[in-house]
């Protein structure tokens, strides 16, 4: 059983972290950039809303977000716990979650804060590529895939996402600085929160979140 949040800035590593994490606990990984990527991909009204805000780096509104993420907390799977990725993102956000999760006789175990510096952010996201069909992640630079453009996994074509390109990078840290790093607070103030360089490399990243839940 973990209930937990991954917390961090975008290109701190979230997305990659989460699928380790969320396979060595056995619980979802709730992602609600994934869940608007889909939708827009399936071209619903909800995708149609999101893409306006997620091609300028900005939040999508909280009650959309909320609906959404408090609605995949009722499923199933997430009886034994979850692990949400890039929710909460606003002070507000992460109230109402505590309220969603009181209500129901939950509450978070712990807050992974994933830290990492904005040069280094700008290059990752810059440089990030990822399968179009698999979603698989590649850099240009660190993270090659063996044939150019083209996913090691699957085959298929390597896309940049349209919101990683320099101008929307610098709007998402700049909105992540303004209203998702005051989260840090919020959860340092219950005592719940761990802090992990985002830098130190993959494996020992994963290692040092694992020590931090403890379990
Ligand atoms: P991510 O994949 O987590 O980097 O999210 C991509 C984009 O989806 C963000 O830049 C936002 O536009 C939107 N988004 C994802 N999660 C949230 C959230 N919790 N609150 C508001 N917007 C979100």
């Not at 956000?93 to 952010?121: S, W, Y």
């Not at 440089?127 to 698999?134: F, P």
């Not at 979603?135 to 895939?145: E, F, N, R, T």
């Amino acid at each position: 059983m973990l209930r937990t949040v991954l917390l961090g800035p975008p290109g701190a590593g979230k997305g990659t972290q989460a699928v380790r994490i969320a396979e060595k606990y056995n619980i979802p990984h709730i992602s609600t950039g994934d869940i608007f990527r889909k939708n827009i991909k399936e071209g619903t009204e909800l995708g149609v809303k999101a893409k306006e805000y997620m091609d300028k780096g900005d939040l999508v509104p909280d009650d959309l977000v909320i609906e959404i993420a408090t609605t995949r907390l009722l499923e199933d799977d997430c009886k034994n716990g979850f692990l949400l990725d890039g929710f909460p993102r606003t002070v507000y956000q992460a109230e109402k979650l505590d309220t969603f999760l009181k209500a129901h006789g939950q509450k978070l175990d712990i807050v992974i804060n994933l830290a990492v510096g904005n040069e280094e952010l700008i290059r990752r996201l810059t440089g990030r590529r990822v399968c179009k069909l698999c979603g698989a992640g590649y850099h240009v630079a660190s993270m090659k895939p063996k044939k150019d453009g083209i996913c090691d996994l699957c085959g298929s074509e390597l896309i940049q996402r349209s919101d990683d390109t320099e101008e929307t990078v610098v709007n998402r840290i700049r909105v992540y600085e303004a209203q998702t790093a005051p989260l840090i607070g919020y959860y340092d103030n219950s005592g719940i929160i761990a802090n992990i360089d985002g830098t130190i490399g993959l494996e020992h990243v994963f290692n040092s979140i694992v020590t931090a839940i403890g379990v």
